[in-house]
């Protein structure tokens, strides 16, 4: 009999599907990524299978697996394993996840998540949420994601769309977001809001502004790093735009630490790597808008597991959800 020692953690996104396999502890031993097939999860597991395969030594290996997480981009049923509304996996949509996954991988349990929820769970157990029960995080991705632990357990709502922080209503005359609306965080917070302020203010300075150079210069290029290294290099403009989103962020924060009372709040994502630019005027925000005395200065901190922290927190997921090995 094959000794279940190890659990695939897997978190898929539009564009790849990163993997790690680990050990009983949640310890990554291994971590990969193959290309998703947006249009086929046949195409993808097969991808997958045959990746994690080579590391295990061949298909023989995969009586090993415990137990595989998956964390996936979209709304994720994960009482029937249905995949609801994924905008970047359209042919992903409606799929029964568990049985897709065991066309090759094959009976093997899954636990599933959405991948906010995965990447939250990582960090519960494995980054920068260890030792806490009540946990709240911000991704600062393109669009701006989020995820609720209460006494140790995900929060996942009535109709698996919990934790949609970024469409938490700031101002209904700020800035247009992608949902339709207007002042969510996500316009000011996201990377899509924060650049599309970057060229206004391009457009509105003077044509020898730094900005004005960075952005004509890197055109449709010009991602959030490109902005933070010019904030850092003293750009006051460039400064302003990550501190407006900074505070907007300790708005949004304030509200849900009203709310829930979190031990400890974590803001990850791409956007996040802007660091201090964006936690410094959000941890000046936060303290003016709660209420209870105990709860000012909850510690808002960076996530600390990076890209793997979805496929870690689904790997966790399976662990935990009782399978006998
Ligand atoms: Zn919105």
């Excluded at 209870?292 to 901190?301: D, G, Q, R, Y």
Aim: with cysteine.
């Amino acid at each position: 009999m094959v000794k279940k020692d190890l659990f695939l953690g897997v978190d898929t996104g539009g564009t790849g599907v990163k993997y790690v396999v680990t050990d009983q502890d949640g310890s990554v031993m291994t971590s990969g990524e193959v290309p998703t097939d947006p249009a086929s999860i046949a195409v993808s597991m097969q991808r997958l299978g045959a990746a994690v395969a080579d590391t295990l030594g061949g298909k023989s290996g995969f009586p090993r697996l415990a137990g595989l997480g998956m964390a996936c981009a979209g709304i994720v049923n994960s009482a029937t394993g249905q995949l609801g509304r994924s905008p970047n996996l359209p042919g992903w949509q409606g799929r029964n996840l568990p049985r897709d996954i065991g066309t090759v991988f094959h009976k093997i349990p899954v636990a599933l998540a959405n991948d906010v929820n995965g990447a939250l769970y990582g960090e519960f157990r494995q980054g920068a949420g260890r030792n806490c029960r009540n946990l709240v995080m911000v991704a600062l991705g393109t669009g701006v994601g989020g995820g609720v632990i209460i006494d140790s357990k995900l929060v996942v709502g009535a109709h698996f769309g919990a934790g949609e922080i970024g469409h938490m209503n700031l101002d209904p005359a700020g800035p247009s977001c992608t949902c339709g609306g207007r002042g969510c965080l996500e316009a000011w917070a996201g990377s899509t809001g924060l650049l599309r302020r970057a060229r206004e203010a391009a457009v509105e300075g003077k044509a020898d502004d730094e900005l004005a150079r960075l952005v004509a210069r890197r055109g449709e290029l010009l991602n959030t790093l490109d902005l933070a290294e010019l904030a850092s290099s003293g750009d006051a403009v460039a400064t302003e735009i990550f501190a407006e989103a900074g505070r907007r962020l300790g708005q949004a924060i304030g509200n849900i630490v009203n709310l829930l009372d979190p031990d400890r709040v974590i803001v990850g994502g791409g956007v996040a790597q802007a660091g201090e630019l964006i936690l410094k005027p959000c941890r000046e925000t936060v303290p003016g808008l709660v209420l209870a005395k105990e709860s000012k200065n909850v510690p808002v901190v960076s996530a600390e597991l990076g890209p793997l922290a979805a496929a870690v927190g689904a790997a966790c997921l399976a662990r935990e959800m009782g399978i006998p090995g």
